[in-house]
């Protein structure tokens, strides 16, 4: 079956243009979760959503960075005025419900320059 | 917030020795530890995960066991081989909050 896609694989983006980062649950999925991961990282949690409510962003950096789930199943985040700190690999992970095991996407890599 | 740490950071061991990687936690909530395994260029994957309920879970040659007194929980890895060779990734995630944090990593190198 499907696993949890993520759109673009990779971006490149000038400093300062906003980017919008796309990820597809698995279906049925409630909870999905977006990380960020530095080369040589951990993934550093950003925000948690279930359904389609965040329930958890306290991970996001600033509020350059946002986060949607509109109908409860695909997610965007959206990070304005990049900055070339922003340089990582975005990873989105779904699971059936909170506290089960998540389901990782392949990751967008952005670079800013 | 949940805290994750996790050591070592790096880890070189012989084929056929046994590995070892340990993490603590700060969320007395927790209860469930899940260990994801991630090879170069690859998205983490789940190889094994265990619940606040039992202290000890077995798969093969891999073993997680945890110590909720003393909030701790660890990954063996026995019989080593060279395709056990990745960055481990241990987490932790409570029922009520489910945003799973993840420790900062392991490199284990396995050598033939």
């Given amino acids: ?113 | 917030g949940e805290n994750v740490e996790q050591h070592p950071s790096t880890l070189s061991v012989q084929e056929g020795d046994s590995a070892v990687i340990k993490c603590t936690y700060s969320d007395s909530a927790s209860n469930y530890f899940p260990w994801y395994k991630q090879e170069l260029g690859k998205r983490p994957q789940l190889i094994i995960d265990i619940r606040s309920n039992v202290g000890e879970k077995k798969d093969q040659r891999i073993a997680v066991t945890l110590n909720k007194t003393a909030k701790h929980f660890s990954l063996h890895i026995t019989e080593t081989q060279p395709e056990d060779s990745a960055v481990y990734f241990c987490a932790a995630s409570t029922t009520n909050n489910n945003d799973m944090r993840f420790g900062a990593g392991t490199r284990l190198t396995v050598k033939p």
């Fill in chain 1, 1 to 113: 079956g499907a696993g949890v896609s993520q759109t673009p694989s990779n971006k490149v983006t000038e400093k300062g243009k906003y980017v919008e980062l796309r990820c597809d649950p698995i279906s049925g999925h409630t909870a999905l979760y977006w990380y960020r991961q530095s080369l040589g990282q951990g993934p550093e949690f950003l925000i948690y959503f279930q359904g389609t409510g965040a329930a958890d962003d306290s991970g996001l950096p600033n509020d350059r960075f946002f986060a949607v789930r509109p109908e409860g199943s695909v997610s965007t985040l959206k990070i304005q005025r990049t900055e070339r700190g922003d340089s990582a690999v975005y990873l989105c992970a779904s699971s059936s419900q909170g506290n089960t095991e998540a389901f990782f996407g392949q990751g967008t890599r952005l670079t800013v320059v």
